[in-house]
């Protein structure tokens, strides 16, 4: 089992609708969460951390559950400029001197 | 405000050639990561290091060396390239190993 896990798609949505992506983690004593952007051939951008409690940016929702470990990240309203690889990122435990990736999931909003 | 700065963007080698790649940061951040990308694949971290004199290795170290004698700059050396190098290369910093990482935009090379 992969230690950050993710489907990589590719989710083929319409322009408008909402999509929502899952990640589960192997480590139950996690700390960070965050998910990136990354568009084709470019870096990762940071989108949102994830907080306990939930955040939402915009039109962009990340949610925790600690319990069955995975976080999530929900897009309302998708744009075309939404068309990307999300990335799922953890520090898995404390001895870990960098963050984790997931392989990522692909979005591709159609006109 | 630069943030993480790598050179090249782009080289091409041939077999058996060696290169340094270039990272350097001015946001002070003590940690610093290399990762390459082989295409349609996830991040895999090459190298660290937790600060100036300090370095790691991380999931794919093999043919790869590394120094950070300051911290703002953190090499990447091929010694010996190989077709399986060739890859995007990615530097970051962070402030901590639980902080968001800043990324530079990457060196796109190709082993021939």
Redesign the interface.
Known sequence: RKEVEQDPGPFNVPEGATVAFNCTYSNSAS??F?WYRQDC??????LM?VYSSGNEDGRFTAQLNRASQYISLLIRDSKLSDSATY?C?V?LDTG????T????TRLQVQP | NAGVTQTPKFRILKIGQSMTLQCTQDMNHNYMYWYRQDPGMGLKLIYYSVGAGITDKGEVPNGYNVSRSTTEDFPLRLELAAPSQTSVYFCASSYSPRDRVNFGDGTRLSIL
């Open positions: 700390q960070s965050f051939r470019k870096e990762p951008k940071l951390s990335l990122v520090n870990r001197r960098a963050l990736f997931g392989s990522g």
